[in-house]
């Protein structure tokens, strides 16, 4: 299968990595969207939030948790930090494999374009 993620989670495509685990691997976005912009994602190819089914609860939340701790270790956790989730086409979703984006080190506006 041909999807950028995998290779990246595989060691195949260069990242710049943040973290890593068994589970999940955070790097920053090749196209950032705020001063920090980072996507983390599931080792596992899942297509999408809409493929996160009941056996991905665990790894869904471990996302979060990751997310959470790049967030302090990136200095943006005190002032806030948005996370965001893709679905689709109408949902912005270019890549189909699972990511949750953080973003920070800006004020976010609301609602998102
Ligand atoms: P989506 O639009 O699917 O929610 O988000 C996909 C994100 O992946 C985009 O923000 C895009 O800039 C990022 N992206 C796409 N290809 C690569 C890549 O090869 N490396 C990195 N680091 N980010 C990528
Ligand atoms: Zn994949």
Redesign the pocket.
Known sequence: MNC??C??AAGR?Q??IVYEDEQVVA???????APV?V?VIPRAHIPGPLAVEAPHEALAGHMLAVAGQVAQELGIASDGYRL???QGTM??????HL?L?LLGGRRMRWPPG
Do not use: E, K, T
């Not at 790097?27 to 969207?33: A, G, K, M, Y």
């Not at 949902?91 to 189909?96: E, N, P, R």
């Open positions: 950028v993620f290779d990246i495509r990242a710049a790097f920053h976005d090749i196209n950032p969207q912009h996507l965001v989730l893709n949902g912005g979703q270019s890549v189909f990511h984006h």
